[in-house]
């Protein structure tokens, strides 16, 4: 069965580009480029991350972007689909700003 891992790194290959040369296109880290080729869910944060994830590297390798990410949300487990990742930090941002601090003087 076609999975988006295997349908992107088989585009990849046929450009023959390095996984590095995606991560640096993209902006994607390359940790997560492999885990999308290996079909390895449990690396990736939740859906909406790994979708724009997909998004970005289909667009890189000229893969149809609607196809890749429907064969996304196909395989990602349900269990996953909304569970946080320690990588990426949801902390609100500090109230005291310099900003907040003139008017706290005035």
Do not use: C
């Not at 891992?5 to 590095?20: H, I, N, V």
């Not at 994830?53 to 289909?58: M, T």
């Not at 996304?72 to 349900?78: G, H, I, K, M, S």
Request: charge should be positive.
């Amino acid at each position: 069965m076609r999975t988006a891992g295997s349908l992107l790194q088989e585009a990849r290959l046929k450009k023959k580009k390095t996984l590095t040369g995606i991560a640096q296109q993209t902006k994607v880290k390359e940790k997560f480029l492999r885990a999308i080729e290996a079909d390895e869910w449990a690396e990736l944060p939740n859906l909406p991350v790994a979708q724009g994830f997909v998004r970005s590297y289909a667009g890189a390798v000229g893969v149809n972007i609607e196809l890749a990410t429907a064969l996304l949300r196909r395989d990602f487990p349900e269990a996953q689909k909304a569970r946080p990742h320690p990588e990426i930090s949801l902390a609100r941002r500090a109230l005291w700003t310099p900003k907040t601090t003139i008017f706290a003087a005035t």
